[in-house]
């Protein structure tokens, strides 16, 4: 089974920049979409960024200019380069991949990785 694991979270102050990874087992390719999303306290997990297989890009109207997600395909990782980061940018970002097993939609996720902007 693939697995996938985040890396690159920790504490910022509000203005600064991470870059989150998120490491596959096997090739990232065999996703149709892979995407990040966050869950706040108190907040419903939302989706921050997804790219498919094709390279196309979709960003949550919050993050919108100052994120962006990429990914080496060699390496089997993607990315979220996060700036200008916000105190309400805090949260655990999950990595998630999806695509078709036997017909059925098959999704995997990391077990995050936290990210805090302090004021």
């Known amino acids: 089974q693939v697995q996938l694991v985040e890396s690159g979270g920790g504490l910022v102050q509000a203005g600064g920049s991470l870059r989150l990874s998120c490491a596959a087992s096997?090739?990232?390719?065999?996703?149709?979409?892979m995407g990040w999303y966050r869950q706040a306290p108190g907040k419903q997990q939302e989706l921050v960024a997804s790219?498919?297989?094709?390279?196309?890009?979709n960003y949550a109207d919050s993050v919108k200019g100052r994120f962006t997600i990429s990914r080496v395909i060699a390496k089997n990782t993607v990315y979220l380069q996060m700036n200008s980061l916000k105190p309400e940018d805090t949260a655990v970002y999950y990595c998630?991949?999806?695509?078709?097993?036997?017909?059925?939609?098959?999704?995997?996720w990391g077990q995050g990785t936290q990210v805090t902007v302090s004021s």
């Open positions: 096997g090739s990232i390719f065999s996703f149709n979409t």
């Open positions: 790219i498919i297989r094709g390279g196309s890009t």
């Open positions: 998630k991949g999806d695509r078709w097993e036997n017909d059925m939609p098959y999704v995997i």
